[in-house]
Nanobody, 120 residues
Framework: QVQLVESGGGLVQPGASRRLSCVVS????????IAWFRQAPGKEREFVAG????????YYTDSVKGRFTISRDNAESTVYLQMSSLKLEDTAIYCC?????????????WGHGTQVTVSS
């Protein structure tokens, strides 16, 4: 089993920055990749950014490229999502998820999420 706990959400102004954290515990040796997803009110969940747990390869959805950075600290078993130049449309519940082989689009373990609200 793998557990994920997100933190760092809150109310931020447009153009501001915010860093989200995802603490990973349990059988972390079985993890291949970690990703951040988000779900805005009335919309489907969407992939935001992902990182390979060991190699560190990162990938992003187009709407956040150049604004968001995903990183990991394996010693702390934490994955971060640094968000900059936040826009109103970034408002959503952000969840982190872990995937083990065999990899699927649905990921195997999910956190409960943290709310990010971008508003002036």
């Amino acid at each position: 089993q793998v557990q994920l706990v997100e933190s760092g959400g809150g109310l931020v102004q447009p153009g501001a920055s915010r860093r989200l954290s995802c603490v990973v515990s349990g059988r972390t040796s079985t993890i291949y990749r970690i990703a951040w997803f988000r779900q805005a009110p009335g919309k489907e969940r969407e992939f935001v950014a992902g990182i390979n747990w060991t190699g560190g390869t990162t990938y992003y959805t187009d709407s956040v490229k150049g604004r968001f950075t995903i990183s990991r600290d394996n010693a702390e078993s934490t994955v971060y999502l640094q968000m900059s130049s936040l826009k109103l449309e970034d408002t959503a519940i952000y969840c982190c998820a872990a995937d083990q082989p065999p990899l699927t689009p649905n990921y195997d373990y999910w956190g409960h999420g943290t709310q990010v609200t971008v508003s002036s």
